[in-house]
């Protein structure tokens, strides 16, 4: 069970626009940055939003994130088969001595 | 470019640890955090803990408290995690990372490639 909570999967056709929640709490969304990753098969996670909304150096602007009190999106738009992979968010949370907190990751498949 | 390099798979039985290694290269070593994040087969990420390598200070998890330790070597620019006490529970890819920002609103930013650890009699 996570801290944060993702839908296990979503799907959408190329080109098209999908967008992946990440639900969480005053003590760890609600206080702190988003951050969300990418695992495509067989590969380390890949940093992709940074500081809830941030892209880092190299990652395509078709990625977007965006947060709202406890809450926080990932948006991928024109969708493309290689952005079929496991999507994950992650924020420090400030209960008992503090630790990052993970959601359950999200499976995109383009169809 | 910043880059972390793990240490090779590993197979261990019950009860027994092991120590993965974690080679920085292309920035200062002691400037920033490493955390450890595993991954059971098929499941999601779990964060272990942190070690800062200037000062040697770590905070673990609240799940592997006495079973974890974070350690490095500034001379070679290596973090360490060890894991004792191993059960079935503990095969998973170990993930080390290096944090970055400051405070709380920081990421991590690059991974390692990973080191699959296996427990079984």
């Known amino acids: 069970q996570s801290v944060l909570t993702q839908p296990p999967s979503v799907s959408e056709a190329p080109r098209q626009r999908v967008t992946i929640s990440c639900s969480g709490s005053?003590?760890?969304?609600?206080?702190?940055?988003v951050n969300w990753y990418q695992q495509l098969p067989g590969k380390a996670p890949k940093l992709l939003i940074y500081?809830?909304?941030l892209l880092p150096s190299g990652v395509s602007d078709r990625f977007s994130g965006s947060k709202s009190g406890t809450s926080a999106s990932l948006a991928i738009s024109g969708l493309q088969s290689e952005d079929e992979a496991d999507y994950y968010c992650?924020?420090?949370?400030?209960?008992?001595?503090?630790?990052?907190?993970f959601g359950g990751g999200t499976k995109l498949t383009v169809l | 470019q910043v880059q972390l390099v793990q240490s090779g798979a590993e197979v261990k039985k019950p009860g027994a640890s092991v120590k993965v290694s974690c080679k920085a290269s292309?920035?200062?070593?002691?400037?920033?955090?490493i955390n450890w994040v595993r991954q059971a087969t098929g499941q999601g990420l779990e964060w272990m803990g942190w070690?800062?390598?200037?000062?040697?200070?770590?905070g673990y998890a609240q799940k592997f408290q006495g079973r974890v330790t974070m350690t490095r070597n500034t001379s070679i620019s290596t973090a360490y995690m060890e894991l004792s006490s191993l059960r079935s529970e503990d095969t998973a890819v170990y993930y080390c990372?290096?944090?970055?920002?400051?405070?709380?609103?920081?990421?991590?930013?690059?991974w390692g490639q990973g080191t699959l650890v296996t427990v079984s009699s």
């Open positions: 990372a290096r944090e970055c920002g400051s405070g709380t609103k920081n990421w991590f930013d690059p």
């Open positions: 292309g920035y200062t070593f002691t400037s920033y955090d």
């Open positions: 070690m800062n390598p200037n000062s040697g200070n770590t």
């Open positions: 005053s003590s760890n969304i609600g206080n702190n940055a």
């Open positions: 500081y809830d909304d």
């Open positions: 992650a924020a420090w949370d400030d209960s008992l001595n503090g630790s990052w907190v």
